[in-house]
Nanobody, 125 residues
Framework: VQLQASGGGLVQAGGSLRLSCAAS????????VAWFRQAPEMDCYFVAG????????YSTESMKDRFTISRDTARNTVYLQMNSLGPEDTAVYFC???????????????????WGQGTLVTVSS
């Protein structure tokens, strides 16, 4: 499967963005999908994930309150709706997918074999 991440951009603090992760192939619904982000000079961290059965997890309570991950099976796309953005959310956001990921390793970066190219989110204060 090939992943195409999009939807990043420049937004003011308090604003919203919706990131998209579009996949090639007809079996994307069988993949767990996650979003990770990497801020400048920082490591790559888990943001949110959705497993094959639709279960969702978020990295922090703050992200759970502000972000929503969802899947559109018909469009082979996973979205990350991000609201109430702050400067701390500035990062390159990557989507990742893998058919073997299960709930217990949904947060694990090393569990994913398929990655999109990243989309830059910049939040100005």
């Amino acid at each position: 499967v090939q992943l195409q991440a999009s939807g990043g951009g420049l937004v003011q603090a308090g604003g919203s963005l919706r990131l998209s992760c579009a996949a090639s192939g007809r079996t994307f619904s069988r993949y767990a999908v996650a979003w990770f982000r990497q801020a400048p000079e920082m490591d790559c961290y888990f943001v949110a994930g959705i497993n094959r059965s639709g279960g969702k997890i978020y990295s922090t309570e703050s992200m759970k309150d502000r972000f929503t991950i969802s899947r559109d099976t018909a469009r082979n796309t996973v979205y990350l709706q991000m609201n109430s953005l702050g400067p701390e959310d500035t990062a390159v956001y990557f989507c990742a997918a893998d058919p073997s990921v299960i709930a217990s390793n949904l947060r694990s970066r090393s569990a994913y074999n398929y990655w999109g190219q990243g989309t830059l989110v910049t939040v100005s204060s």
